[in-house]
């Protein structure tokens, strides 16, 4: 049992799923960070530093009664409430976060992208066109022998 179970964990698939799991949570403190603090400040300046965290409306009011100042004090005295900016700040702060990763995966994959493509391994037959094996000397489609002086100039 031992043995069946080493051979699970030491297998690529755990081990590879253990460093995802790593490299996402490390990952997930550097976009964090890039909406934090490269993107919210430019918005809060874009935006006047409008907050919608205490926008709410009160459904049934609580002990005592209202009108409440903020959103903390309606559920602090028992209110029903709709609290609409809340939410719109959580949508928000997503938008954002997707915008980073965006441009963070964006900027991975060019860097991951070979510089230059694989060369081709067909080559077109010169009596029919087919797309065949580059170093094969008959075409499968036509049956032509692919020598130097049978092909046909072109």
């Known amino acids: 049992m031992f043995k069946e179970f080493k051979e699970f ?32 400040g430019p918005l809060g ?15 049934k009011a609580g002990d005592p009664g209202g009108p409440y100042a903020t959103l903390a004090a309606a559920r602090e ?5 709709l609290a609409w900016g809340s939410f719109l700040n959580s949508v928000i702060a997503f938008l954002l976060t997707a915008l980073a990763l965006f441009f963070i995966v ?15 391994s067909t080559k077109p037959c010169p009596f029919c066109r087919s797309h065949i094996d580059e170093k094969a000397t008959r075409c499968p ?3 032509s022998q692919l020598d130097e002086e049978a092909a046909p100039a072109t």
């Open 9 to 40: 964990a030491i297998k690529g698939n755990v081990v590879d799923m253990a460093v995802g799991v790593l490299i996402g949570a490390a990952f997930t403190t550097v976009v964090n960070s890039v909406v934090e603090d490269l993107l919210k």
């Open 45 to 59: 300046l874009l935006t006047g530093g409008m907050d919608f965290g205490d926008r709410f409306v009160v459904l």
């Open 77 to 81: 005295a028992g209110a029903s409430v």
């Open 106 to 120: 964006r900027w991975i994959n060019r860097l991951r992208r070979p510089d230059t493509p694989p060369a081709p």
């Open 141 to 143: 489609q036509c049956t």
